[in-house]
């Protein structure tokens, strides 16, 4: 299984604005420095009142299909 670790730094007016269509995607950098795109959907349960802060894990399966996320800081 492939992973991604992403830090990320979304304020909740940020992801109203930006993130919360229908469709939207979420373009950021690994800490490995690969460009990464995913749904930005995945990012809602955890979306707090303080935002998207953390760093999290995207895990993707052999054919790079998207399989979970998980904050791991």
């Known amino acids: 299984m492939n992973k991604i670790l992403i830090d990320l730094n979304i304020s909740p007016d940020q ?11 979420v373009n950021t950098r690994a800490r490995d420095g690969r460009r990464v795109q995913f749904p ?7 979306l707090l009142h303080s935002g998207i802060r953390g760093t999290f894990c995207i895990e993707f399966d052999a054919a790079g299909k998207f399989s979970g996320i998980r904050r791991v800081v």
């Open 40 to 46: 930005a959907n995945i990012l809602k349960p955890f």
């Open 15 to 25: 992801y109203v604005r930006q993130y919360q269509r229908p469709g939207c995607v």
